[in-house]
């Protein structure tokens, strides 16, 4: 019976999710109401309740849904030390663009984050985690520039902090040109092409 009821828990828990993902997306995160999520996801105000405290920590689980593949792609830059730099950043930025591209779950919350959440105080613990979040991934690809740098592969006169801010400033741009209209660019094909082009303003001649 409690492997029964903990089952059934987790269904209901997915289900608010994924019900709070589709209406976020839709609608807009201020304008999408608990009661409206309950009566998407088929369940009570009450169950919300249950398993979220308030709509930050419900947006917060939606995400934290989407964010795990990129932790593992940026655990891995860390991991390997003594791998060439510049290809770990370009398997990280690759991967990530092409997950982004193949994975309707991944294109939805990202056109959330980007395009459909009003940054208002109701949801500052959410976003607060989105910019440890950020702050993670320009941490390290800094630490792989730094790398870069002393083996002489990064260009001269670049930073290893400012090489991984604009990086991340690049990618944020792609990602959010691309949530909009993505029939203007195939990332999957051409993700690749998009960070060899910054990369190489990057390296040493």
């Known amino acids: 019976m409690a492997r029964r009821t903990k089952a059934e828990a987790e269904s209901t828990r997915a289900a608010i999710l994924d019900?709070?993902?589709?209406?976020?997306?839709?609608?807009?995160?201020?304008?999408?109401?608990?009661?409206?999520?309950?009566?998407?996801?088929?369940?009570?105000?009450g169950a919300i309740y249950w398993h979220f405290d308030n709509k930050a920590a419900l947006f917060n689980a939606m995400l934290e849904r989407v964010r795990l593949p990129f932790q593992h792609l940026l655990d891995a830059v860390?991991?390997?030390?003594?791998?060439?730099?510049?290809?770990?950043?370009?398997?990280?930025?690759?991967?990530?663009?092409?997950?982004?591209?193949?994975?309707?779950?991944?294109?939805?919350?990202?056109?959330?984050?980007f395009h459909r959440c009003e940054y208002i105080d109701e949801l500052n613990p959410a976003v607060t985690k989105q910019d440890e979040l950020d702050e993670q991934a320009v941490a390290v690809m800094q630490r792989a520039f730094e790398r870069a740098?002393?083996?002489?592969?990064?260009?001269?006169?670049?930073?290893?902090?400012?090489?991984?801010?604009?990086?991340?400033?690049?990618?944020?741009?792609?990602?959010s040109h691309y949530l909009l209209k993505p029939q203007q660019c195939d990332l999957q094909q051409y993700a690749g092409s998009l960070i060899d082009t910054m990369l190489q303003g990057l390296k040493q001649p």
């Open 78 to 113: 860390d991991s390997n030390t003594m791998a060439d730099p510049f290809l770990q950043i370009r398997d990280l930025m690759v991967n990530g663009l092409t997950l982004i591209a193949s994975s309707q779950q991944h294109h939805r919350v990202l056109t959330i984050v």
């Open 19 to 45: 019900a709070a993902e589709v209406l976020f997306y839709q609608h807009g995160v201020s304008r999408t109401t608990l009661e409206k999520i309950a009566t998407a996801a088929q369940v009570t105000r």
């Open 149 to 175: 740098e002393k083996s002489g592969s990064l260009r001269s006169g670049v930073s290893p902090r400012m090489a991984a801010m604009s990086l991340h400033m690049y990618v944020g741009g792609i990602i």
